[in-house]
């Protein structure tokens, strides 16, 4: 087994894993998992296939049972992320000032924070984001546009709250790609 395509992909996998938990920690972990699952079950990767799709079809489900284990051994029930909200902005260092990028990208639902960075982020297309996460390609674009939506309202948020225009931000449709 020639380890080498794998190595390379390590730099995208934590990429993703910290933009999914938002904690470095939690991210090495998940890449950790996700290379041990890869090279238990190496056998099922059908040789030629795309690698990568693969590797990170094995994170996104492991991601996906790790939250479902979290919500069930939660004790209390669940949190509604309304609720905390208060709790997520960040600080104010100066008046106005929209929340950061990775705040408002774990305010997002997770499905649709999984699509909108397959695809912004690590450029996958629309077919390998389907495979990946178990969906057909319309639900794909459906929660993308949703997630970048919901985004973009987001950063945007505290800015009109104050009554000020919009902090200059990096628009979120510069991360719209026809795929």
Known sequence: ????????QIPALRRYARALTGDTWAADDLVQDTLERACSKWR???????????????????????????????????VDIDEVAHELVAPDTHPGQAMDLQRCLLRLPPDQRAVLLLVSVEDMSYADVAKITGVPIGTVMSR??????????????????????????TPVSNLHRLK
Do not use: E, Y
Request: glycine residues 8%; hydrophobic residues 45%; positive net charge.
């Open 1 to 8: 087994m020639n380890r080498q395509p794998i190595v390379d």
């Open 44 to 78: 099922l990767w059908a040789a030629g296939s795309d690698l990568r799709a693969w590797l990170f079809t094995v994170m996104h489900n492991l991601f996906a049972n790790q939250m479902r284990r979290a919500t069930r051994q939660a004790s209390g029930g669940t």
């Open 144 to 169: 993308l546009s949703r997630g970048r939506s919901r985004l973009q309202a987001l950063l945007d948020a505290p800015a009109k709250a104050a009554g000020q225009p919009p902090v200059a931000c």
